[in-house]
């Protein structure tokens, strides 16, 4: 059974930092491309970025490129997201997303990790 569990959300200050981390089990992790979406209530969950097996491809959505890196370590079993420049706009909860193929939107994506919430205040 896959298990996605996030962490390192958290409450920061506009202009701040932060990083996520979501460690993968019950799959062949480095055969496995691994993404991040955010989700506030009422609206649709949102795609933020994805990483190939291999972290020789990633994707990005606009509203975070440049500020956001998405990297892994398959030695760890392990996907981050690490967020700078946050803004209020920012403020969700966070889910770590598998699929055994690159993805940029929610259809390809076969588990889920539980959310994380960030929160950046003003």
């Known amino acids: 059974q896959v298990q996605l569990v996030e962490s390192g959300g958290g409450l920061v200050q506009a202009g701040g930092s932060l990083r996520l981390s979501c460690a993968a089990s019950g799959l062949p992790f480095q055969n496995y491309a691994m993404g991040w979406f955010r989700q506030v209530p009422g609206k649709e969950r949102e795609f933020l970025a994805t990483i190939g097996w291999s972290a020789g491809a990633t994707y990005y959505a606009d509203s975070v490129s440049g500020r956001f890196t998405i990297s892994r370590n398959n030695s760890k079993n392990t996907v981050y997201l690490q967020m700078n420049s946050l803004k209020p706009e920012d403020t969700a909860v966070y889910y770590c997303?598998?699929?055994?193929?690159?993805?940029?939107?929610?259809?390809?994506?076969?588990?889920w990790g539980q959310g994380t919430q960030v929160t950046v205040s003003s």
């Open positions: 997303a598998t699929s055994p193929s690159l993805f940029r939107d929610y259809r390809p994506v076969t588990s």
